[in-house]
């Protein structure tokens, strides 16, 4: 006979052909198996996506695979897209003379993103800077009786999110897999301020 002790329970007698399973609690839960011939303990805790990828195959998981995320298609639509008004930039020419205006401005870098992958992640493999704004200064000047607006200006890209994930028969890697393709999406980079005489 096997006697067994399980902290904060009473003691068990088992017999030595039972199998049985309890937990021990110290921090961590942990899974024990006791059987004839010993205890096995395995720890209950968390692994990463890599490690449960790979534990899976050596178990003959079978399955879908994590989808590999990839930016597609990518095309520069213009160098010269305009972007927002710059409210500071602004400035009206009097009857007798022109106005100069001149400021430190903060300009946005926008980036659309699709099937999980993060901002960051998009401009990376579209290899666009990764911040999400610039500073630069500039100057515009109105004439006589005209006023002058400051815009954002720059480039204009368009591309796809490509999703491909492959089955998993018994931890073997099949030739089946499944694709989705976002539709067009959009990302915008500022090189600039344009300047645009008003009335």
């Not at 030595?16 to 399973?21: H, I, L, P, Q, R």
């Not at 968390?46 to 534990?55: F, I, K, R, T, V």
């Not at 930039?89 to 401005?105: A, E, K």
């Not at 579209?126 to 911040?131: A, E, K, Y």
Request: net charge positive.
């Amino acid at each position: 006979m096997l006697i067994l002790y399980e902290p904060f329970c009473r003691s068990m007698t088992i017999g030595s052909e039972v199998f049985a399973k309890y937990k021990i609690f110290m921090g961590l839960a942990m899974s024990v198996g006791v059987a004839a011939g010993g205890v096995v303990l395995a720890p209950a805790a968390m692994a990463s996506e890599g490690e449960q990828g790979a534990a899976s195959r050596q178990a003959g998981f079978t399955g879908w695979s994590v989808a590999k995320r990839t930016v597609i298609s990518k095309t520069l639509l213009t160098s010269t897209q305009r972007g927002k008004k710059l409210s500071s930039m602004y400035c009206h020419g009097s009857s007798s003379s022109g106005c100069d205006v001149s400021r430190s401005v903060s300009l946005t870098n926008t980036t659309q993103t699709g099937y999980g992958l993060s901002g960051a992640q998009v401009s990376a493999q579209l290899g666009l800077s990764t911040s999400t704004s610039t500073t630069t200064t500039a100057t515009c000047h109105a004439p006589k009786k005209r006023g002058v607006q400051g815009y954002e200006t720059g480039y204009r890209y368009k591309y796809k999110v490509r999703s491909v994930r492959t089955f998993i028969n018994a931890g073997h890697a099949t030739s089946v897999k499944e694709t989705k393709t976002t539709g067009w999406l959009y990302a915008y980079r500022p090189r600039g301020v344009l300047c645009v005489a008003t009335a």
